[in-house]
């Protein structure tokens, strides 16, 4: 753990009686509850919600402690046993633990592995992956792919020169952005339009025709709703982020294999487009992520719609 995280994490603490939303500052490894944290996101704390309601449906006693922060704060929290069970992001929990070698692939199976073994020395055990990934994305407008017959971003190269890309202002020198797209693709777009990392910016540029092909998250709402296409990463660009429940040791040992299931047959039902879905539901239409989670579990018989 590098001193930067120490440090917020301490500082942090230091305020746990300001609010709910903080951890607490004693280890809630010998209580009789499973604490359940997320990132400070809306997707984040709808997947910290379906497992805390799939877990007290099973009879778990669950304490939550959801959006609270950066991986920053949330990773050091829980190697130091003040939460317990977090939905991780694969690529990314490894490029942090890893202090930015860049490790993680676009090879799921490979990237799992490293992430297991980086875990390992932390008291932290790595369920099973969900199918869903949180990515960049590069998205072009419905119209365009059908124009064009674009379904990969290899397709692109027979028309880069002619088209606008549309990204945040540090796009072009990212390795995963401009720069990937050029030295993995070969792309060379006409020109560089400055937008917000995937935000209404570039939501609107590409609706607009203003851009050609922007960079977008794999499960953004804005996907569905203005039915853009998501061109597939036919040459492997982008790490492999699928979701993935990260917990204490103790946990597992306390409870055993009937956690375990409980937990990956979450994993197994959440595809990159049932998170996009979901993401569609809180920020779209204003539910709130407890009633999101639930209803998602009723309809697939993980949570009685009665409780």
Known sequence: MGTRAVGIVSIVLSLAACGPDVPQTTSTLNDDAITVASFEFP???????IYAQALEAEGFN????L????????EPSLERGLVELVPEYAGSALEFLASGEN???SDEELTHARLVDAFAERGVDVLTPAPAQNQNGFAVAHETAERHGLEAI??????????????????PERPLCLDGLESTYGLEFD????????????VSALRAGTVDVALLFTTDAAIQENDFVLLEDDRGLQPAENVTPVVRDEVIERHGDRFVGVVDAVS???TTAELRALNANVTLEGASPERVAAAWLAERGLLDPRD
């Open 43 to 49: 997707e984040s704390v709808v997947l910290g919600e």
């Open 62 to 65: 669950v304490k939550r402690q």
């Open 67 to 74: 959006g609270i922060g950066s991986r920053e704060l949330v």
């Open 103 to 105: 490790i993680a692939t």
């Open 154 to 171: 290899s397709d692109l190269t027979a028309i880069d020169e002619d088209l606008a890309f549309g990204g945040p202002p540090e796009c």
């Open 191 to 202: 020109r560089f339009v400055t937008l917000d990392a995937g935000g209404p910016l570039t």
């Open 268 to 270: 197994r039902l959440i």
